[in-house]
């Protein structure tokens, strides 16, 4: 089950010699409701950098994403083969256990789920399930984190609102504060600008570029302007099989494959 | 032509304004007529006195009303303590841990117990649950009963609420979007903790409603309560002392002894009790849930 033959896996690391990987995936293969999701996955997702999954709508992006963190589980009906390692650790390992590994991975979707409490409280969720009991210290560490997105001055004389009277923009970055909270090494984003209007877009996508050095970014997008703005890696994803993964200007520009050609010049959407 | 469908059009706005307004006055009517009717009771004694008053005995022209409407309120209270808790951890288990297969085998199930007409609840009281608690939970407490008692009609009021309130629950979970229950569960929460803290808490204002509904069924339930709930018109001061909710009191002595003075006065106005707790329980249970529906999502 773990190893490595295929030569897409050897493409992969090809890219790969000189930087670290801090998310290998071998031989992952998904299916959902007996249809055949994720064929064969072999990858290696680079150390603190950008790493952009695209591919045209239900080619299994998302899904792709989600065996990041084993939210795939809790849908019904998944049968999930193969590997994945983070820090070579396999998390599909029978011993390995889900809510440590899904700490270490923040994850922000296509929408903001601010949750049902106060803003303070959004923060303050993720650290207290995880054992911080001390007042002083989460007041700390809501502080910290609101000043990462930069949210601190906007929210700091209502930190006892709730969260969904924020506009979009500012819920959205209040759900990657509440990611960031837990300490994760990976953060993974679904889409997750395709509900902000431009300033927010911006703002988000200048806060991933400005968090990459801290973390590991794997995230899905359908914007190919957005890929080429934030990542320094691009993997190309079509009808469940990586065709194509590089250094962003590699697979934009001299794309080796010809539906990726296509689909980066706009045919195929 | 057109001038044809746009009368149409106007006839069915109004026809269905005039229905709307029927029905409404058919509760309104419902209500002056049980004033009306309660008048004559209402003249000889003071309201302060028939709510305060603790004796029953209509012959000797006692009209109290308190044993009835603690019974009430003892039997609901009871039933809720019951079936609220069941009823969540039910629907949880429902939507979030059961499989489809069993969720779509188990849903249509409890619609038919909600179909069941109440008489066959109250003879599984009468010949299960009324024995059970002479003989088995009453001793436990050291307690001497006849079975026939306030806890005997909470059980099985709470029995009777389960399907509305289960079927009400489910439906609010399953409104609460999966990328919210994601949210919670990637921050490493387990999922237990997802279902306290984010599921229970969203689902709030839902739950209260479908308290409400069973509530409001409780308290006018009759025929089965009235089958295992002794019937006397003391204020129960355990939950093995038998009750006396209004709605038997209707119906055991209504068409009955009719001759005695005020007597079937004093019918209409307990009547007019039921409606008023009904209608001032509805109005606190609103203002609560419009008040939490504004706290979080304002």
Redesign the interface.
Known sequence: MHAVSSSKTEKAQDVNTQVQSHIVIRDLNVHIEGKHILKNINLDIPNHSVTSIIGPSGCGKTTLLKTL?R?LE?V?DVSISGSVLVNGEDIYAPDAEV??L??K???L???P?P???SIFDNIA??PK??GIKNKKKLQEIVETQLRNVGLWEEVKDRLDA?A??LSIGQQQRL?LA??LA?EPEII?GDESTSALDPISTQTIENLLISLKDAYTIVLVTHILRQARRVSDYIIFVYNGEILEFGKTEDVLLRPKHEITRQYVKGFIS | MNTIRLLKDKIVRNSSALLLFLSLSVVVFMGLGLVYKSWPLLESESLFRLLTEKIWSPMKGYFGFLPFIAGTLAVTTVALIIAVPLCILTAVYLTEYA??GLRNSILPLINVLAALPPVLYGVWGVLFVVPMIKEYIAPIFGVETSGYSVLAAGIVLAVMIFPIMISIIVEVLQTI??????????????KW?TIQ??IL??AKPGIIAATVLAISRAFGETIAVLMVCGNIPKIPTSIFDAGYPIPALIANNFGEMMSIPLYESALMFSALLLFAIIFLFNFIARIILNRLEN????
């Open positions: 963190n939210l809790d019904s809510t440590h899904r700490k991975m923040g994850l979707s296509q929408k789920f949750l049902p409490m969720y993720g399930i995880h709730s969904t009277r759900c509440r990611g837990v993974l | 499989s489809k979007p999966d990328e919210l229950k994601a949210a919670s569960l990637s921050l490493g929460a387990t903790e803290h984010i808490a969203k706290k979080y999502n304002g």
